[in-house]
C-alpha cells in the first residue's frame, strides 16, 4: 500500500526550529521536496535500565509555530521512532511520546506516539510503510547507523483537524523506555485565501472563471468554489457574505450563456438574490451558493471530464487517509466543494459502490491485514479501523472473507513485519 500525499493548494512547508544537542545523529537527507537541516537531532529520554546513559537526556523540546499566511493543515516529523521499545521492554500499545499543538496556554491538538501503530523498534524492522486511516502516515526514507547498526528512519505525517493557527508545538517524551529521535519537524498548512475576486490572494481570479468553464476545467473550477466558500466564511458580515456569492455567480452565469446556455439563465442571478436575501445565517448562505453554482456550472464542465477522473481521486485519497475516522459522504462532499447529492452521484459512478459500502469495504481490508501482521486483540482491530462495535466488524469480516477474524489470525506469519 503506498502513500498517498494529497495535493494542497499553495502548500506552505516550514521548518521549525527545535532544542538540539552540540552533537549526536545527522539526517543529512531530502524527501518529498523538504530538505535536512543537516543539524544533529533532539533525543529524548529512555533506555532500558536505570544506567542506561539516555535516562539523563531530556524530556521535551517546544518549536515556535508562526505560520502567518496559513491555518496548519499537516505536521511531518522525521526522526527515528524509535530505540529500546523492544516487546520486552514495553506493551504494544503503550504511548510513549506526545506532540500537542498549543494557542496560548490552551492544548488545540494532541497526538500520541504508541507503540505498535506509530513507533517500531528502529533496528528489528527495516522498512515502515503504513496508512493508519486516522489521518496519519508512517514511512521509512532511510538510514543512519546508531552503535555500528543501521537505524531506520521514518517520516511520520500527521494530519489537524482544526483548521486554525496554533502559537507553538510541544514534543513530550512520557518517561517509557522508548527513546525518540526527531531531526526535523515540518509545518504544512493551508493558505488563508482572502477574497477570491483578487490575484493577490494566490487564488484564481475572477476573471480566469470564464475560461475555466469553457475548457471544462473540474480541478481549477473546484478550487475557485473552494476560494468562494472560505471567503464566505471569513466574510466580515451577511451582507458581504451574500455579495460575494451573487458576484461569483453572475460570473460563472455569463461564461455559461457564452456556451449556449438557455436564456433563462439571465433569471439565475434575481432569483438567487431572492434566495439569499432570506438567509441568516453564513452556513445557509454557502450551502445555497453551492447549489446554485453547481446547477449553472456542472452541465458545461461535466461533458468536458468524465467523472472518475481527478474529482474522486481526490475524494479516494481523503477516504485513504482518514478511514478509520468518523467519516461521512457529507465530509468529503464539502471537501470537495460539492453538494453531498451530487458527490455520492459521481462516486457512485466511478466506484459502482455506494460511499459508505466502499468505506467498508477499505476497513475490512485493512482490517485482514492488521490480523496478519500485528498482535492487537481482534476487538483493538475492529476500534482501530473504525467500526463502533465488535459484533458488527466480525459479521461484516466474515461476510466479505467467508471467515472469522479468528481464523486469520491463525494465519499469521510468525516473522510478521509492518
Given at each position: 500500500?503506498?502513500?498517498?500525499?494529497?495535493?494542497?493548494?499553495?502548500?506552505?512547508?516550514?521548518?521549525?526550529?527545535?532544542?538540539?544537542?552540540?552533537?549526536?545523529?545527522?539526517?543529512?537527507h531530502?524527501?518529498?521536496?523538504l530538505?535536512?537541516?543537516h543539524?544533529?537531532?533532539f533525543?529524548?529520554?529512555?533506555?532500558?535500565?536505570?544506567r542506561?546513559?539516555?535516562?539523563?537526556?531530556?524530556?521535551?523540546?517546544?518549536?515556535?509555530?508562526?505560520l502567518k499566511?496559513?491555518?496548519?493543515?499537516?505536521?511531518?516529523?522525521?526522526?527515528?521512532?524509535?530505540?529500546?521499545?523492544e516487546?520486552n521492554l514495553?506493551?504494544?500499545?503503550?504511548?510513549?511520546?506526545?506532540?500537542?499543538?498549543?494557542?496560548?496556554?490552551?492544548?488545540?491538538?494532541?497526538?500520541?506516539?504508541?507503540?505498535?501503530?506509530?513507533?517500531?523498534?528502529?533496528?528489528?524492522?527495516?522498512k515502515?510503510?503504513?496508512?493508519?486511516?486516522?489521518?496519519?502516515?508512517?514511512?521509512?526514507?532511510?538510514?543512519?547507523?546508531?552503535?555500528?547498526?543501521?537505524?531506520?528512519?521514518?517520516?511520520?505525517?500527521i494530519?489537524?483537524?482544526q483548521?486554525?493557527?496554533?502559537?507553538r508545538?510541544?514534543?513530550?517524551?512520557?518517561?517509557?523506555p522508548?527513546?525518540?529521535?526527531i531531526?526535523?519537524?515540518?509545518?504544512?498548512a493551508?493558505?488563508?485565501?482572502?477574497?477570491?475576486?483578487?490575484?493577490?490572494?494566490?487564488?484564481?481570479?475572477?476573471?480566469?472563471?470564464?475560461?475555466?468553464?469553457?475548457?471544462?476545467?473540474?480541478?481549477?473550477?473546484?478550487?475557485?468554489?473552494?476560494?468562494?466558500?472560505?471567503?464566505?466564511?471569513?466574510?466580515a458580515?451577511?451582507?458581504?457574505a451574500?455579495?460575494?456569492?451573487?458576484?461569483?455567480?453572475?460570473?460563472?452565469?455569463?461564461?455559461?450563456?457564452?456556451?449556449?446556455g438557455?436564456?433563462?439563465?439571465?433569471?439565475?442571478?434575481?432569483?438567487?438574490?431572492?434566495?439569499?436575501?432570506?438567509?441568516h445565517?453564513?452556513?445557509?448562505?454557502?450551502?445555497?451558493?453551492?447549489?446554485?453554482?453547481?446547477?449553472?456550472?456542472?452541465?458545461?464542465?461535466?461533458?468536458?471530464?468524465?467523472?472518475?477522473?481527478?474529482?474522486?481521486?481526490?475524494?479516494?485519497?481523503?477516504l485513504?487517509?482518514?478511514?478509520?475516522?468518523?467519516i461521512?459522504?457529507?465530509?468529503?462532499?464539502?471537501?470537495?466543494?460539492?453538494?453531498?447529492?451530487?458527490?455520492?452521484?459521481?462516486?457512485?459512478?466511478?466506484?459502482?459502490?455506494?460511499?459508505?459500502?466502499?468505506l467498508?469495504?477499505i476497513?475490512l481490508?485493512?482490517?485482514?491485514?492488521?490480523?496478519?501482521?500485528?498482535?492487537?486483540?481482534?476487538?483493538?482491530?475492529?476500534?482501530?479501523?473504525?467500526?463502533?462495535?465488535i459484533?458488527?466488524?466480525s459479521?461484516?469480516?466474515?461476510?466479505?472473507?467467508?471467515?472469522?477474524?479468528?481464523?486469520?489470525?491463525?494465519?499469521?506469519?510468525?516473522?510478521?513485519?509492518?
Amino acid at each position: 500500500m503506498s502513500i498517498i500525499r494529497p495535493k494542497i493548494p499553495r502548500r506552505i512547508c516550514v521548518p521549525l526550529l527545535i532544542e538540539r544537542p552540540s552533537q549526536g545523529l545527522i539526517w543529512n537527507h531530502a524527501f518529498d521536496g523538504l530538505r535536512s537541516s543537516h543539524l544533529p537531532g533532539f533525543q529524548s529520554n529512555g533506555g532500558s535500565s536505570a544506567r542506561n546513559p539516555l535516562r539523563k537526556a531530556p524530556f521535551s523540546f517546544e518549536a515556535p509555530l508562526d505560520l502567518k499566511d496559513g491555518a496548519l493543515k499537516r505536521v511531518s516529523v522525521v526522526g527515528i521512532f524509535a530505540f529500546h521499545c523492544e516487546r520486552n521492554l514495553e506493551k504494544e500499545g503503550t504511548v510513549g511520546a506526545t506532540l500537542k499543538a498549543y494557542q496560548g496556554k490552551e492544548v488545540k491538538f494532541r497526538f500520541n506516539f504508541v507503540n505498535g501503530h506509530n513507533y517500531f523498534d528502529a533496528f528489528e524492522y527495516p522498512k515502515v510503510e503504513r496508512i493508519h486511516g486516522d489521518g496519519t502516515t508512517i514511512q521509512t526514507i532511510g538510514q543512519v547507523e546508531y552503535n555500528g547498526r543501521p537505524a531506520r528512519v521514518d517520516v511520520l505525517t500527521i494530519d489537524v483537524s482544526q483548521r486554525q493557527a496554533f502559537d507553538r508545538l510541544v514534543f513530550t517524551d512520557l518517561g517509557t523506555p522508548a527513546s525518540f529521535v526527531i531531526f526535523d519537524i515540518f509545518a504544512e498548512a493551508q493558505a488563508f485565501v482572502g477574497c477570491p475576486f483578487h490575484e493577490h490572494s494566490g487564488g484564481i481570479p475572477l476573471g480566469e472563471l470564464a475560461s475555466i468553464i469553457r475548457v471544462g476545467d473540474r480541478v481549477r473550477f473546484n478550487q475557485a468554489v473552494d476560494q468562494l466558500v472560505t471567503s464566505i466564511d471569513k466574510a466580515a458580515d451577511l451582507d458581504e457574505a451574500k455579495g460575494q456569492a451573487l458576484t461569483f455567480l453572475s460570473v460563472v452565469t455569463a461564461a455559461t450563456l457564452e456556451l449556449g446556455g438557455s436564456r433563462d439563465m439571465i433569471r439565475v442571478g434575481l432569483n438567487a438574490a431572492r434566495a439569499l436575501d432570506q438567509l441568516h445565517n453564513k452556513g445557509s448562505i454557502k450551502s445555497e451558493a453551492l447549489e446554485l453554482v453547481e446547477s449553472v456550472a456542472l452541465p458545461f464542465i461535466q461533458h468536458k471530464e468524465a467523472p472518475t477522473d481527478k474529482l474522486v481521486d481526490r475524494a479516494l485519497g481523503i477516504l485513504e487517509r482518514n478511514f478509520a475516522k468518523p467519516i461521512t459522504d457529507e465530509f468529503v462532499a464539502k471537501e470537495l466543494g460539492l453538494s453531498t447529492s451530487h458527490f455520492r452521484f459521481l462516486f457512485k459512478q466511478a466506484t459502482g459502490q455506494p460511499f459508505h459500502k466502499y468505506l467498508i469495504a477499505i476497513r475490512l481490508e485493512r482490517a485482514y491485514q492488521l490480523l496478519l501482521e500485528g498482535d492487537l486483540r481482534v476487538s483493538q482491530i475492529s476500534k482501530a479501523v473504525g467500526f463502533t462495535g465488535i459484533n458488527h466488524f466480525s459479521r461484516a469480516f466474515a461476510s466479505r472473507f467467508k471467515v472469522s477474524p479468528a481464523s486469520v489470525r491463525k494465519m499469521r506469519p510468525v516473522d510478521s513485519k509492518p
